[in-house]
């Protein structure tokens, strides 16, 4: 398979550079890239047990380079992890050049040899993305082809090996996604209308204890869907067969299945409107048995082939991140079996008119957002069981003058400790009010004020940050977060940012709690600690 998929690499870049050379001899081309760096110091925190590991360093860094001329593009990607920031992925170490491409496209046409990103509908079945801030890059070795018809037919292929860690896994992804634009095809106006497909096959080798339990290498899925819009209303809709999946069973004492099988699937539905001002989104989705990992036998986070985001209200403020919602794709242990998630959200925004009774000079912005989740009671049925989460939020944004802004949020967050597998959850009310003054065009100064209610877990909290604007490099920010219902400790960080074209560095110090970072509704768990940090961000 491996040698297979090299010479298929090589016969696509040997095409692809043959081409480009003869159309474009005579031409020069560009480069952009970028480097990025976030290098922290850790200090001992004895207050808050942080994390300290050896030689008191963590540094992650990245450099992309990538070359234009016309219709070709390659690129490449490296990394340097020495060590990792704590809490990221232990398979993120050393350095290694990671992610390498070729790429040529014309009007209707592209061919990709080498590591690229693509996902299929909404990523439930397949994809493949890279997000730094928690630690995931799951590229795909291997080769892409997409072709379009006239805008009517849309037609992606792919093959090769998904990373994992600093290196691309012995596992083998092959799959196509087709789109059929109805409403081109008839020239519909002001309307749109597709019919869509996927279908992915997974391979990688048993384990022996796999092969004795008569499992299969291969899980094959398939999705099908549905976009619709017309005069500001939408409506997409999916269903997933992910395949046949294995879990080991924890009771396994030499008798009966030593893996379960499990048919995953995923039903989501997302309809709503947009316009004059107003936007609603209606979101529900079922999960079950959904997890899909680039290698079996591996407990990392950053082992995933699959987008499962939290479809919920994704918050920046401090309190409101406490306890992020981490969507449940199935699950079995010793203590608890839940085979996945039911629930959804409704998302509601409004735009008041300037001029109007409450709207007033400048206008206004309210949103409101409803999520609630739970577990599925019965496998293979859609009837919901214990709460996993809900969460109810108002936020207003007001515009009162030239200079001053505010916004006021409201959010009340009610979650299991257990992951379902129990009824007890515990209650949040947040509070938060969110104030930005512009002193002149060069001077602003923005303020945050937080408040979280609770009788659960470590009792109340308080937050304040301040952060302090010189157009248009320099920018200074102060912060506290204060448990003062039981552990009396203060979460506190500050510092500074400095920008200049395509640069920016950031410099800051702080005490942070042990908990979760999340990007895109997708969380890696992160340990507490305390020190410095560095980042500078290059484009060129």
Known sequence: MKHRLTSLIFSCVSAVCVVQAAETADEKGYVTGSFET???????DQLTAATVPDGNFGSNNYLKVDYHNSRFTAGLQLENYAPALVGYSSELAGAELTNFNVDWKDEDFSITAGSFYEQFGSGLLFRSWEDRAIGLNNAVMGARLTY?????????AIWGAPRFGM??????????????????????RNTYVALEGSVLDRYEALNTDMSIDGCSPNTTGWSGRLNAESHGFFLKAEYVDAGQKYYYNTSYAGEGQMYYRKRGNAQLVETGYN????????SLRRLEWMDSKVVNDASSNVNMLNYVPALCTQYTYMLTTLHPYGARTGEISSRFTNSGEIGGQLDVFYNVRRGTWLGGKRGMKLHANFSTYHTIAEEGTFRSGNLLFRDISVDVEKQWTRKFKSTLLWSYQEFTPSYGASRTTWLSNIMVADLLYKFNSSLAARMELQYLVTFEDQKDWMAALLEVSFAPHWSVYAADMYNHGMTKVHYYNGGFSYSKSRTKVALGYGRYKAGYICSGGVCRQIPAYTGANLSVTMMF
């Open 38 to 44: 976030n290098t922290n110091y850790y200090l001992e």
């Open 148 to 156: 379009s018809y006239k805008g009517i037919l849309n037609m992606k």
């Open 167 to 188: 290196a691309y896994s012995a596992t083998q992804v092959k799959g196509a996604d087709l789109s059929f634009a109805v409403s081109e095809l008839f020239n519909l």
């Open 275 to 282: 316009g004059h001002g107003l936007g609603v989104n209606l």
